[in-house]
């Protein structure tokens, strides 16, 4: 230890001392935070927020919300199925804590409203941005877990109510039908060297 520290003739410059040095960090994860002068409690993505001067903030463990099991493909009405899976998803009683809580800036409480009318494509759209930090599940009243209401949702307008591609229907269909049975066979039958020179002659 410095003898120096424990000089009492040597002048402290307490002010300097105390003064709060500005630091920037960042730590991954999510948090409840609060600045200094402000009483409200925020949230958001440390990954993507800078430690400020005078910040409290405290980690927020993962939350064991209930995730539906469900097989995608053989649902065969899944806006419907919506009420089987999260049947507390109608249950929502408008607090909008979620869209509070949620550091995407998604509007929380209008898409889980959207879910339960079957609105599955603007449901998808909207929660383009979610992280899937579940922040907006802790603070719902109602039990749900409105983003995995929203992913879903999202996977449902995916599988079942989107439009697939003419070209890419009709490349399915003739690989289906063996068209290129043959191409790959000569592919998986080469050897190392082989492959390299058939990928040098494409470039
Ligand atoms: S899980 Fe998605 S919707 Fe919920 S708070 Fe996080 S980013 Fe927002
Ligand atoms: S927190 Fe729950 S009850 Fe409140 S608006 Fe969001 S989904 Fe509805």
Redesign the pocket.
């Known amino acids: 230890m410095d003898q120096k520290a424990f000089d009492r003739n040597v002048l402290i410059d307490q002010e300097e001392v105390l003064r709060p040095k500005m630091v920037t960090v960042e730590i991954a994860g999510?948090k409840y935070y609060r600045t200094k002068d402000d009483p409200k409690v925020r949230?958001c993505?440390a990954c993507s927020t800078a430690v400020e001067d005078g910040m409290s903030f405290s980690m927020m463990a993962p939350f064991p919300a209930r995730k539906a099991t469900y097989q995608m493909a053989e649902l065969k009405d899944p806006k419907q199925d919506l009420f089987n899976l999260y049947p507390e998803a109608p249950m929502c009683r408008n607090c909008n804590a979620?869209t509070e809580?949620?550091?995407?800036g998604?509007d929380?409480r209008d898409?889980v409203w959207k879910a339960v009318f079957g609105d599955f494509k603007s449901v998808s759209e909207m929660?383009m941005?979610?992280?899937?930090?579940?922040?907006?599940?802790p603070v719902c009243i109602a039990d749900i877990a409105?983003?995995l209401v929203?992913l879903y949702a999202s996977r449902a307008q995916g599988a079942h109510f989107m439009e697939k591609p003419k070209r890419l229907q009709e490349r399915i269909g003739e690989i289906e039908q063996g068209h290129y049975t043959k191409e790959w066979d000569r592919i998986l039958g080469m050897n190392d060297q082989e492959l390299k020179d058939v990928c040098a002659a494409i470039k």
């Not at 809580?101 to 995407?104: G, H, K, R």
């Not at 941005?129 to 599940?137: A, E, F, H, I, K």
Request: charged share 10%; aromatic share 4%; proline share 8%.
């Open positions: 999510k949230t993505l979620c809580a949620c550091p995407q998604i929380v898409g929660f941005d979610c992280v899937m930090c579940g922040l907006c599940t409105p983003n929203a």
